[in-house]
């Protein structure tokens, strides 16, 4: 007999994807869109202001939510800053001609 393991999370998850960092994350994204809201509701009273709260809490929410691959825009923007910061010039060179 085999056994099967299942797919146990080791982090707490309030559903797939979604934990306590995601949701700290669009929590600060709604703060700072009511922030935004507060400072906008000083030189008009359009109800476009509103607008303000929920852009950021949808990026801050679509920033963190992981995609199909299991990553989200916020890790991939620092795989890219990790990368980036990597040597991409060989120092020795197979072969061919050297300049």
Request: no cysteine; aromatic share 24%; charged share 15%.
């Amino acid at each position: 007999m085999y056994q099967i393991p299942r797919n146990i999370s080791a982090k707490f998850e309030f559903f797939p994807g979604f934990g306590w960092k995601e949701l700290f994350f669009v929590l600060a994204g709604l703060s700072l869109g009511f922030f935004v809201y507060l400072i906008l509701s000083i030189f008009t009273y359009s109800p476009a202001r509103y607008l303000a709260v929920f852009i950021f809490t949808g990026l801050a929410y679509f920033l963190v939510i992981p995609g199909p691959d299991g990553s989200s825009v916020l890790s991939l923007i620092k795989y890219y800053l990790k990368w980036s910061k990597k040597q991409k010039r060989y120092l020795y060179v197979q072969g061919g001609f050297r300049d």
